[in-house]
Nanobody, 122 residues
Framework: QVQLVESGGGLVQPGGSLRLSCAAS????????MGWYRQAPGKQRELVAT???????TYEDSVKGRFTASRDNTKNTMYLQMKRLEPEDTAVYYCNAKLREHGNLYYRDDYWGQGTQVTVSS
């Protein structure tokens, strides 16, 4: 069984930084794309950033220039370096993966972590 586990959330002042991690474990053959989503209270979950196995990244407009997504394929781990954090970044951040398990011939994109809370407040 595959598990995604996020870590690194917490309380930070506006303008501060945090680094989130997402570690994937289990019977993983290959991970195509990993992504960070976030959900603020009363809002829909939104895509924040994605990173492919080759290191290509995409970002939601409001985080461009402030957030950096990266991966360590040897560890099946994805990171999100967040700088110049704003109160509007407050949300639960979720990790998602599109991956193929050993013994399967196809990729699935419905693997999710449990989420980690990020709170930006003075």
């Amino acid at each position: 069984q595959v598990q995604l586990v996020e870590s690194g959330g917490g309380l930070v002042q506006p303008g501060g930084s945090l680094r989130l991690s997402c570690a994937a474990s289990g019977s993983i053959f290959s991970i195509a794309v990993m992504g960070w989503y976030r959900q603020a209270p009363g809002k829909q979950r939104e895509l924040v950033a994605t990173v492919t196995s080759g290191g290509s990244t995409t970002y939601e407009d409001s985080v461009k220039g402030r957030f950096t997504a990266s991966r360590d394929n040897t560890k099946n781990t994805m990171y999100l370096q967040m700088k110049r954090l704003e109160p509007e970044d407050t949300a639960v951040y979720y990790c998602n993966a599109k991956l193929r398990e050993h013994g399967n011939l196809y990729y699935r994109d419905d693997y999710w972590g449990q989420g980690t809370q990020v709170t930006v407040s003075s």
